[in-house]
């Protein structure tokens, strides 16, 4: 007796074939990683000068991975930052120390060399921190959370800046 499940096995495989096949043509993804990743490109940029050490943190990131510009026909990023601390728990019992929070907050504009702006956004990132009554203590780890969430931030506006560029350029 002859069964179908065999043949619609075959015919599953073939068109899945095809279909992948058909899928590997498309250029509507830009890599980031890899041999023709825009990620693996320098991307000279123009970075507007830094008014906190957050800005300083993620402009000195960024120079590191895409590059400064000799010129002033490259794109230009500005950065904007904005930080504030909160508690994560509530409670009236007394502790010795407090969780919190510290979360950094960047405007993002990159401008064309035309004047153009080809991406205006904000992104943010935190980070933990503990604080006790000892008050150069608590303003220490107050800073250093900034500095981690800064650097963290730093990496999410590379790959949105990363995002911009591979839509401007196609």
């Known amino acids: 007796m002859w069964s179908s499940k065999p043949l619609l096995r075959n015919v599953f495989i073939a068109l899945s074939l095809l279909g992948a096949t058909a899928l590997a043509g498309c250029t509507g993804l830009t890599p980031v990683y890899g041999e ?3 990620g693996v490109e320098r ?3 123009n970075y507007a000068k830094p008014n906190s050490r957050a800005e300083q943190i993620i402009y000195q990131e960024l120079v590191l991975r895409f590059g400064r510009a000799s010129d002033a026909s490259s794109p230009t990023v500005r950065i904007a930052t904005s930080s504030y601390g909160r508690d994560l728990t509530r409670s009236n019992v007394v502790r010795p120390t407090d969780q919190k929070e510290m979360v950094v907050t960047a405007q ?3 401008i064309g060399a035309d004047g153009s702006v080809i991406l205006s956004t904000s992104r943010s990132a935190a980070a933990l921190y503990t604080t006790d009554s000892q008050a150069l203590a608590a303003s220490e780890a107050e800073r250093e ?4 969430a800064a650097r963290a931030l730093a990496e999410t506006v ?3 800046l990363l995002s911009a560029l ?3 350029a196609s």
């Open 166 to 168: 591979a839509q401007s």
């Open 108 to 110: 993002i504009e990159l």
């Open 43 to 45: 991307h000279p940029l």
């Open 145 to 148: 959370a900034t500095e981690r």
């Open 36 to 38: 023709r990743g825009i």
């Open 158 to 160: 590379r790959l949105t």
